[in-house]
């Protein structure tokens, strides 16, 4: 199968088709070596072109109980090599792949260049000018506007927690949540009432919960301003917690900004050192934006040891916590999975029910 993947500025590389189909996207690398299946099925590399730098991609196979949502994401996929079992799998999805190109190339110019817009065909008789098509047509990550409503819930949804362990009742947005956040919640003992992206501030009153988390997700959060509204009413009244694209909602809601980084992080090997601890921890990262400046509330607790972007941010008084990583893992190190004892000790189950026009 013919297959050419057409790169920001006109170069087109050519590969070996692996799984028909023609897509844009924005083109990023993970350096993830494991973790295969949970990186495809994360929401937040929605609209994004995913290539493995590790040279090998599906030798362990392709199992369900390792998906962090029922989808594949990225619009298209880039290997050195795929094996069978996941081309098979990327086929049943209709999610277009490519290998036997040479992925240090395209990382190393993905370093250099940033991540960039890209445009791939797959299939019998498929031309270079089919790729620039593609790219042509291939928007910003910025100009999703509406990117949450392609991986939030459409209704609420509620996961119940492990019968012992903590008592408390946690409201997620999800702009696009990986399960094992939600696992990650309920295995402490912690009901999980899951309401969409756009929930309003009656909505989350309704569930009464005792911490309001902040999910990961897509894209750039200056296009989740709905959420952005929620977490300023919320804001002291209520214990928060987020994650990635969650951290980033919360410092632009507490008067902070949000960037786009040159290539982002994508691995599960990042060091972030905890400036009250001085320890340093491995990471499980993806994004392409982080918090460019955190604003006057809100405390820089953890920063990346590569790059110094800010990794945790603190507010004690009015009960913030959030990370730009990924502690529940999956793919990656457990080491940082006490963040959700930490979220979780911020819930009073005894408190007075929360009111939505206060
Ligand atoms: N994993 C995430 O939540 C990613 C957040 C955001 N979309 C970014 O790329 O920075």
Redesign the pocket.
Known sequence: MDAYVALEGGHVVEARGRVPGSTPGELVFTTAYTGYEESLT?P?YEEQVLTFSYPLIGNYGVREERFESDRVHPNAVVARELTDEIVEWLDEEGVPAVDHLDTRDLVTDIREEGAMKCGIAVGEGVTEQDALDELDACKGMSEHTDIGAQVSVDEPAFSEGAADGVDADVTLID??AKGSIVDSLNARGADVQILPYDATIEDVAETEPDVLFI???????ANFEQTVELVDHYAGELPLAG????Q?IVARALGGSTAK?DF?HRGVNQPVMDVRTNRVVMTTQ?????VADPGENLEVTQFNVNDDTPEGLDNEELEIITRQY?PEANPGPNDSLDFFDDVLAMADPTADPVIADD
């Not at 999910?215 to 959060?221: A, F, M, R, T």
């Open positions: 994360d937040s702009c696009g999910s990961n997700g897509p894209g750039d959060p994650i990635c694209l969650g980033q980084m982002g993806n994004h392409g934006y982080t990924h």
